[in-house]
């Protein structure tokens, strides 16, 4: 049913605990080289950070010009990179129950962090027909002198982050016959050891294994009728390393060296819409999506088979739609696709306590959105309102710190404007981005 929307696609889903695969190079505290963090958990690890937020502005580094998409940034080094979509022929509607058809460009943007000012650029044409066509959805993801990108009809790119050069390519519904979702290729891609691991599509290719240095497939799994949403994840199961794969037909556990499956439990997804990236807390994983698919899935001690611990509906589990949820003290944070930010216990998915204050502020609006990341003992949330509230949660209840706005909303549905772009917490700031503008905010105590 098309007219039911989520914006995971876009981007962002949340937050996930899996961690990415061992490299050499392990990113500092201080970057966000990719989607969540630089442990992919939704944790910023860095100190001297602000311990409250006053009600006066704060501290702009920078702003530059950009434009539109649903793409977070991604920081590494001295370097900012995110991108956008240009837009040449068609409109954009924003309707969940239709696509636009547009022709463009999408552009790969590293920006100077310090200044804000452009280092290189590579641009691309597109032309698709996708509900919410208003650029990229998935955050650059920068690795050992290297990012790597994907764009909304599948054209997955490696660049030489110092040159911008290209240094290879791949289109996935010319590569291999993949149709572009409804919403656009939304799975951020992952590092499972020397190679990038991607949501597909097309016949065997659901998932797809790429040499991070040359693009060569190294191998490709699972067969669905198409790949759905959710990023795939990585994770220390039952003793072993595994690639977890959500597409809409199965929740699935893969062997990361070489795509064999180790086990599959059937968990339809309504409309196609797998949606969070699998969320692993030792041998239990979490997966969610719009509708009645809140599930906790735990896996047998010798890792070879899985089975429901519970399933829930809309009132277990969360039901997210634009984020994935976090898991904390043993609790599941997130936000579900009426807009209420809720605490569920992960243990058997009751719901704890539920508050629009962090989105709406009173009522139910859909899919009204937050991006929830941890900072020691208490939570940054990024809403759909450009504003970043500082609070604290716990199983009790939610405590609002303070709250400052950061960027206006510029994507119109659902009769409001929003701004569904999960942002970056590095050197000590915020990266956050809008349809017109990316802006470096400082978060250090420090000024």
């Given amino acids: 049913m098309k007219g039911l929307f989520i914006g995971t696609l876009f981007l962002f889903l949340g937050c996930t605990t899996a961690l990415p695969a061992p490299s050499e190079n392990r990113p500092p505290t201080h970057e966000w080289p990719q989607w969540l963090g630089p442990k ?6 860095e100190s001297g950070i602000v311990e409250s937020l006053a009600t006066e502005p704060l501290p702009v580094v ?7 998409g649903h793409s977070g940034p991604s920081v590494s080094g001295n370097r900012v990179f995110v991108t956008d979509f240009v837009l040449e022929t068609g409109s954009v509607t924003n309707r969940a129950s239709a696509a636009d058809r547009v022709t463009g460009k999408e552009r790969i943007l590293c920006l100077n962090a310090d200044t804000g000012k452009e280092i290189w650029s590579h641009s691309y044409p597109v032309e698709y027909s996708v509900s919410y066509p208003g650029g990229p959805r998935t955050s650059p993801l920068v690795l050992d002198g290297r990012v790597y990108t994907v764009g909304t009809a599948g054209d997955l790119f490696a660049i030489d982050t110092e040159s911008g050069k290209v240094l290879w390519s791949k289109n996935f519904e010319s590569d291999y016959t993949a149709k572009v979702p409804f919403w656009g290729h939304s799975a951020h891609p992952i590092v499972a050891g020397d190679a990038l691991v991607c949501m597909v599509g097309g016949e065997g290719a659901t998932v797809v294994a790429f040499d991070l240095e040359t693009g060569e497939e190294k191998w ?15 994770a220390k ?23 064999s499956l180790r086990w599959s439990v059937p968990l339809p997804a309504r409309s196609g819409m797998s949606v969070t990236a699998p969320l692993a807390i030792g041998n239990d994983i979490y997966v969610s999506g719009i509708g009645t ?3 906790l899935v735990r896996v047998a001690k010798d890792g070879k088979s899985a089975d429901f611990s ?22 599941l944070f997130g936000v579900d696709m009426q807009g209420r ?5 992960l243990a058997d998915g009751s719901q704890l306590w539920k508050t629009y204050k962090a989105t709406t502020g009173e009522r139910s609006k859909s899919y009204a959105t937050a991006f929830l990341v941890r900072h020691e003992d208490k939570f ?6 450009g504003d970043l509230i500082h609070a604290e949660l716990t199983e009790d209840g939610y405590t609002e710190l303070g709250r400052v706005s950061i960027l206006p909303p510029t994507t119109k549905t659902y009769g409001r404007d929003v701004l569904w772009s999960h942002p970056a917490f590095a050197h000590r700031s915020l990266f956050a981005r809008n349809d017109k503008e990316i802006v470096r905010v400082s978060l250090a105590t420090e000024k």
């Fill in 40 to 45: 992919r958990d939704a944790v910023w690890r």
């Fill in 62 to 68: 920078w702003r530059t010009p950009i434009h539109a």
């Fill in 220 to 234: 490709k799994a699972l067969d669905a009728a198409e790949p759905g949403y959710a990023p795939p994840a990585i």
């Fill in 237 to 259: 199961i039952a003793g072993a390393e595994t690639l977890l794969v959500w597409h809409p037909e199965s929740l699935n556990a893969l062997d990361p060296e070489s795509g």
């Fill in 293 to 295: 698919e809140p599930a």
């Fill in 310 to 331: 519970w399933r829930g509906g809309l009132r277990a589990g969360i039901t997210s739609g634009n984020s994935s949820p976090l898991v904390y003290n043993g609790i």
């Fill in 341 to 345: 930010l809720i605490a569920s216990s």
């Fill in 380 to 385: 940054f949330i990024f809403n759909e309102s």
